[in-house]
Nanobody, 125 residues
Framework: VQLQASGGGLVQAGGSLRLSCAAS????????VGWFRQAPGKEREFVAG????????LRADSVKGRFTISRDNAERTVFLQMNSLKPDDTAVYYC???????????????????WGQGTQVTVSS
């Protein structure tokens, strides 16, 4: 599975962005997908994840109520809708995928075998 993240950019606080993670490979529909982010000087952290069929979603406490993860398996794409952005959301965002059992979403980086390149999100105050 190869992943391509896109949709990052510069936005003012309170604004919105939608990130996309496009996948190649016919096994994508069997993969859980997670979004992680890494801010300068900080460790990479889990943001949100979605199970292979889309029935289970997880979000970090810091983004609950603001970020929504969804997927379109026919288009082999996972989306991260980010609303009410804050300067603290500034980071490089990565998507990752892992072939796993239905209904399971890893929270740890170690749970993912496939990674895309990052996309920069910058939120100005």
């Amino acid at each position: 599975v190869q992943l391509q993240a896109s949709g990052g950019g510069l936005v003012q606080a309170g604004g919105s962005l939608r990130l996309s993670c496009a996948a190649s490979g016919h096994t994508f529909s069997s993969c859980a997908v997670g979004w992680f982010r890494q801010a300068p000087g900080k460790e990479r952290e889990f943001v949100a994840g979605i199970s292979s069929g889309g029935s289970v979603t997880l979000r970090a406490d810091s983004v609950k109520g603001r970020f929504t993860i969804s997927r379109d398996n026919a288009e082999r794409t996972v989306f991260l809708q980010m609303n009410s952005l804050k300067p603290d959301d500034t980071a490089v965002y990565y998507c990752a995928a892992d072939r796993t059992v239905s209904g399971y979403v890893p929270r740890s980086e170690k749970g993912y075998d496939y990674w895309g390149q990052g996309t920069q999100v910058t939120v100005s105050s």
